[in-house]
């Protein structure tokens, strides 16, 4: 009885300290999946900012579809920059991302955030809207990249 219970602690313990990487099985899976999450969220942010920026037709629609990707997407990469996951494939991410945690993550929750208004934004149908959403979204992405993405 006192061994199982002891197991059982042990158990738990583990699932509480794994880290994050132990969802992928290698190095290299986690570094895919961070920058295929990036790259289709790139893909669907392109899309607005082109109707932003006037160099494709206004869509509402297409806007707010293309945002709910966005904001879907924002979320996935980050699980995957857990340890041990600096080396395995070839990558542009800088050791910063490990050796300053927390600010990544202030990173990461300041693009989840403006992901959700610029959601909001392209759901109100307006241009104007569209546009200030995505100039705040855009900033959050140049942050990061500026601070934890190499050349
Ligand atoms: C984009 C895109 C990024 C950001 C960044 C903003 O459209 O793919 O990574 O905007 O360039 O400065």
Not at 17 to 40: G, N, T
Not at 121 to 135: E, I, R, V
Request: proline share 4%.
């Amino acid at each position: 009885m006192k061994a199982i219970a002891a197991f059982t602690l042990a158990a738990a313990a583990f699932t509480l300290s794994a880290p994050a990487s132990a969802q992928f099985a290698k190095p290299e899976d986690a570094i895919k999946y961070r920058q295929s999450a990036l790259f289709v969220m790139g893909q669907h942010f392109g899309r607005i900012g082109a109707m932003a920026n006037g160099r494709a037709p206004f869509d509402a629609k297409a806007a707010q579809d293309n945002a709910e990707v966005v904001a879907q997407m924002a979320k996935l990469p980050w699980a995957a920059f857990g340890a041990g996951t600096d080396k395995g494939a070839p990558t542009k991410a800088l050791p910063e991302i490990w050796t300053e945690q927390a600010k990544f993550k202030e990173h990461a929750d300041k693009l989840e955030a403006e992901a959700v208004k610029l959601a909001a934004a392209a759901k109100t149908g307006n241009l104007d809207n569209l546009k200030a959403a995505f100039g705040a979204t855009a900033g959050t992405c140049k942050a990061c990249h500026d601070n934890y993405r190499g050349k």
